[in-house]
Every structure is written in C-alpha cells, then in structure tokens.
Nanobody, 127 residues
Framework: QVQLVESGGGSVQAGGSLRLSCEVS????????MGWFRQAPGKEREGVAV?????????GDSVKSRFIISLSQDIDKKILSLQMNSLEPEDTAMYYC???????????????????WGRGTQVNVAS
C-alpha cells in the first residue's frame, strides 16, 4: 500500500524559507513521477514542482528560481523534499505531495495526472 506523509509546514514571514518533506512508503515501481502541489482557499490545485525517475525536473512559473525539489532514497522509502526560499504571501496554501507510476505524464504539473496523494501540510506566509 502506497502512503505519502507530508511534514515541515508552518508559519513564516515574507522573505523567509521553509523545507517540506514527504515520506513515500510502499512504492516499489522503478518508474515514477513525484511532485508537490498546492491549493489556496477558493483556488484550483496548482502544480509546484515535479521530479521523475528519468531525472527530469519541472517547476511552476510562480516558483521558478525560488523553490528546489529533490528526492532521496532510503532503504524502504523515498523522501521527497521541497526547499522553499524567498517566500511570498501568495505562497500561502495547503501543500500536497503526489506520486504516479508513470515517468512520462502528458501534463506533469496537472494534479489530475497523479494516482497517490498525501493529506497535506499547511504553509502560511505573513506579509
């Protein structure tokens, strides 16, 4: 059973940094796309950053040059991380990690492309 558990959210002042982590367990496939998405109240879920088993990395336009996605492998789990720098009030949202068995999604930053989801971690950025 695939499980994704996010951590690292919190409150920060504008200009500050946060690091989110997502523990991915139960995923045994060699191919994958894994990513971070966010959803603010009243808005659609937005793709933030994606990394694939082919080492491709993609970022949403609003976070390019500020956020960095990375993936590490432990013995029986993967850790998906998102380093968020120069945070802005517009970054306030619930952040979710997601995974899919395909490494070649048609639209990698589209939330509906993904099969597995975590429950999210809240990020609040004060002005």
């Amino acid at each position: 059973q695939v499980q994704l558990v996010e951590s690292g959210g919190g409150s920060v002042q504008a200009g500050g940094s946060l690091r989110l982590s997502c523990e991915v367990s139960g995923y045994t496939g060699r191919k994958y796309s894994m990513g971070w998405f966010r959803q603010a109240p009243g808005k659609e879920r937005e793709g933030v950053a994606v990394i694939t088993s082919d080492k491709s990395i993609m970022y949403g336009d609003s976070v390019k040059s500020r956020f960095i996605i990375s993936l590490s492998q432990d013995i029986d789990k993967k850790i998906l991380s998102l380093q968020m720098n120069s945070l802005e009030p517009e970054d306030t949202a619930m952040y979710y990690c997601a995974a899919d068995p395909s490494s070649h999604l048609n639209i990698p930053l589209l939330y509906s492309s993904y099969m597995y989801w975590g429950r999210g971690t809240q990020v609040n950025v004060a002005s």
